[in-house]
């Protein structure tokens, strides 16, 4: 790895910052699960009396919403928000990889020596660092549009049917798959900066650092 130690150092923080964001987006994520829930529960009683929520509870918010579905449905809104926020966080991140894989490549062309630099303390260099952020976003990228879509259509949802699939929807990452969580896994957890705050990179137990989303998954 032929990285200077600022190099070396923004490589762990930028690391960081994209396990932390991937735990808040699967954080936000789980928030919004409950808010699903409750606007499913309540919408679908409706559905069964074959009543509309306005029908009986007068017109909608200003939000648009019904009485009743106001407050989850707000819940809701909010976490579709906060997961863009966390998306935003994983772009930022992704691009500091990406910039410091290219000065690594541009140094190991150079043949510039790594004399000086700090000591590696993790096997995955900022090329393969940049590559598994590159792959990642995306993914996440899909996936937050998918849940800002269900939110924006979840207390309209004129049929069971279109209740089931939305709530499917949000509570079931269909991008986010077992072997892409495991690949983020090795990008944010194989080491971590210490809470000291001397910013020294320490190894992490895989333990500490998995997803809240990976974990959830885990038998």
Same mark, same amino acid.
């Given at each position: 790895?032929?990285?200077?130690?600022?190099?070396? %150092? #923004?490589?762990?923080?930028?690391?960081?910052?994209?396990?932390?964001?991937?735990?808040?987006?699967? &954080?936000?994520?789980?928030?919004?699960?409950?808010?699903?829930?409750?606007?499913? *529960?309540?919408?679908?009683?409706? $559905? &069964?009396?074959? &009543?509309?929520?306005?029908?009986?509870?007068? +017109?909608?918010?200003?939000?648009?919403?019904?009485?009743?579905?106001? &407050?989850?449905?707000?819940?809701?809104?909010?976490?579709?928000?906060?997961? /863009?926020?966390?998306?935003?966080?994983?772009?930022?991140?992704?691009?500091?990889?990406?910039?410091?894989?290219?000065?690594?490549?541009?140094?190991?062309?150079?043949?510039?020596?790594?004399?000086?630099?700090?000591?590696?303390?993790? !096997?995955?260099?900022?090329?393969?660092?940049?590559?598994? @952020?590159? #792959?990642?976003?995306?993914?996440?990228?899909?996936? !937050?549009?998918?849940?800002?879509?269900?939110?924006?259509?979840?207390? /309209?949802?004129? *049929?069971?049917?279109?209740? !089931?699939?939305? #709530?499917? @929807?949000?509570?079931?990452?269909? %991008?986010?798959?077992?072997?892409?969580?495991?690949?983020?896994?090795?990008?944010?957890?194989?080491?971590? $900066?210490?809470?000291?705050?001397?910013?020294?990179?320490?190894? +992490?137990?895989?333990?500490?650092?998995? *997803?809240?989303?990976?974990?959830? #998954?885990?038998?």
């Amino acid at each position: 790895m032929s990285l200077s130690s600022d190099a070396l %150092y #923004r490589l762990q923080r930028a690391r960081s910052s994209w396990a932390s964001a991937a735990a808040g987006w699967a &954080e936000q994520r789980a928030v919004g699960s409950s808010a699903v829930s409750r606007v499913c *529960s309540t919408r679908g009683a409706a $559905l &069964e009396r074959a &009543e509309r929520p306005w029908e009986t509870e007068g +017109a909608p918010d200003d939000d648009g919403y019904p009485t009743s579905l106001a &407050e989850p449905c707000r819940r809701l809104a909010a976490a579709a928000d906060s997961l /863009h926020e966390q998306l935003e966080r994983l772009q930022a991140a992704t691009d500091t990889l990406t910039a410091l894989g290219r000065l690594e490549e541009a140094r190991a062309g150079r043949g510039d020596s790594a004399a000086g630099a700090a000591p590696a303390v993790t !096997t995955w260099d900022a090329s393969r660092c940049a590559a598994a @952020a590159s #792959r990642l976003l995306p993914l996440y990228t899909k996936e !937050t549009e998918v849940k800002r879509t269900v939110a924006s259509w979840l207390a /309209h949802a004129d *049929s069971a049917a279109a209740l !089931t699939a939305l #709530r499917a @929807a949000w509570m079931h990452d269909a %991008y986010l798959t077992e072997e892409t969580l495991a690949l983020q896994q090795c990008l944010g957890g194989e080491v971590a $900066l210490d809470a000291g705050g001397g910013g020294t990179p320490q190894r +992490a137990s895989p333990a500490a650092t998995a *997803s809240p989303a990976l974990r959830q #998954r885990r038998p």
